[in-house]
């Protein structure tokens, strides 16, 4: 039996008009009554479109438009539905259900030629729309889903959005996934199953921007080989992922990298071999719980874009890296000192590199470590050249009055030895392989020896150093 609700649909959809039964005494439509008007419903009055617009009705039954070609838009907003809408392999013009109850949605393969709207919707389970074509726009804002919004393999011609308070308890799955547009997480509360990423999009293309700020993500979003064209911006987010990854950027690509995630996050955000052609964030709020792996990440430039970060120095960065990077690996500094030189940056970027070698010295032990203090303190890995010219001096005034004090030493042959002077004594002693006739003219003994040996140690220590010093210098 017809309901009165019915009734008023069929008319409304004759002359396409809005039926509002929101307060109304009878809200009863039956999904099988709606399925029949939309697929085989009476045509429309003269000079009309007929198209269902429905609101605040409650839709009894399951709506099941599988495989079906409906050629009106389909508006069924704020109606309670008693059971899932299944929509799988459906091809709509639009498709609007903002404000609407539902148990689930199911909607694998879909085609939509324009929008998809489910905006302040209550979703109790599952939104199934793998696969699915939508040539506009998919908006989900201020939603709730109790389960997880599958979207894997979609093809988005416009944007996505998951906006302002939208909250979907299971996650969402975007691996594969292509969005024309922006994808804008902002203010979403997003959760996760078991082991399962609150937003899992291996893989995803985002020809807009990809927009996180302060999204709160329970259980770590996976971008692993993203190509996002106008850049990701998380700013102000919770990640949380404690025993594991909170974010990964692995082989992800994008214009524009923003990183500045809340102080609540905790676990390891890794940017391994990702490129990006500016990377915006604070080493000086950098949250305590949150790892970082930067091995294989490049960019062109660090910058900042707004007045509520003040510029920071390399000191900063280096005291970051040193204290959330999980391990040491030379690329990240050679990154940040080439980085710093494109801004002109260059006494910073030789500090960088200087640490980088004191730091890959000492990963290769205690010989290693060894070495580099000596090179550290020579030369500065060839950094400070004028620490080694220092050296030189000290050592050879310090030579010179030893030996001026000491007094001519024994000759080895009597009446063939130069003039006694202890500044060339010394000058030959210190430099090796140039001989200018005194070293091997005497003969020192004693404590004088031990001099004469002490200088020659640090001549070829210095020579060494210079040498590997200045390999580094012609490298850059």
């Known amino acids: 039996m017809v309901t009165t609700a019915e ?136 939603s709730t889903v109790g389960g997880t919004v599958h979207l894997q393999r979609a093809v988005i011609g416009g944007g996505l959005h998951l906006r302002e308070g939208v909250r979907i308890d299971g996650g969402i799955t975007l691996g594969g996934s292509r969005v ?122 660090l910058t900042r874009r707004s007045e509520d970060v003040a510029e920071w120095t390399a000191s900063q960065r280096l005291a970051w890296m040193a204290r959330y990077s999980t391990g040491f690996s030379p690329g990240p500094y050679e990154q940040l000192a080439a980085a710093l030189r494109r801004d002109g940056r260059e006494q910073e970027a030789r500090q960088v590199m200087l640490v980088r070698e004191r730091l890959r010295h000492q990963a290769m032990g205690r010989l290693g470590a060894a070495w580099g203090a000596v090179q550290n303190a020579g030369i500065g890995f060839g950094y400070h050249p004028v620490r080694a010219l220092l050296w030189l001096v000290a050592v050879i005034a310090a030579g010179t009055g030893w030996f001026a004090v000491a007094g001519p030493l024994r000759a080895v042959k009597p009446g063939e030895a130069p003039t006694w002077d202890p500044f060339l004594y010394t000058l030959d002693v210190l430099v090796p392989l140039v001989d200018l006739g005194h070293d091997k003219a005497w003969d020192p003994v004693g404590a004088d020896k031990a001099v004469t040996l002490t200088v020659m140690a640090i001549g070829w220590i210095l020579a060494t150093t210079v040498v590997a010093g200045a390999g580094r210098a012609l490298r850059r």
């Open 7 to 142: 009734r008023q649909l069929r008319r409304a959809f004759r002359t396409g008009t809005v039926l509002d039964l929101t307060g109304a005494a009878h809200t009863v439509v039956r999904a099988e009554f709606l399925a029949g008007l939309l697929l085989d419903g009476p045509g429309a009055a003269g000079g009309r479109i007929a198209r269902v617009d429905l609101a605040g009705a409650r839709i009894t039954g399951r709506l099941d438009l599988t495989g079906a070609r409906i050629d009106t838009p389909l508006r069924l907003r704020r109606c309670v539905f008693d059971e899932k809408v299944q929509l799988d392999h459906a091809d709509l013009v639009s498709l609007n259900l903002d404000g609407s109850v539902l148990p689930a949605i199911e909607a694998e393969a879909v085609r939509v030629a324009t929008g998809f709207g489910l905006r302040d919707a209550r979703i109790a389970g599952d939104v199934w729309l793998t696969q699915a074509r939508v040539d506009g726009t998919v908006e989900f804002d201020r």
């Open 180 to 301: 024309g547009a922006d994808l804008s997480l902002t203010h979403a509360r997003i959760g996760s199953t078991g082991d399962a990423w609150a937003v899992a999009a291996a893989g995803l293309h985002v020809g807009g921007a990809l927009l996180a700020h302060r999204m709160h993500a329970d259980g770590g979003v996976n971008l692993i080989g993203a190509q996002l064209g106008g850049g990701v911006a998380f700013h102000d987010c919770v990640l949380l992922r404690p025993d594991g990854y909170a974010l990964l950027l692995i082989e992800a690509q994008a214009r524009l990298l923003t990183l500045r995630p809340a102080a609540e996050s905790a676990g390891t955000i890794s940017l391994r071999d990702a490129h990006f052609g500016r990377v915006v964030d604070d080493p000086v709020t950098w949250p305590a719980g949150c790892r970082i792996e930067l091995d294989g990440l490049t960019y062109d430039r």
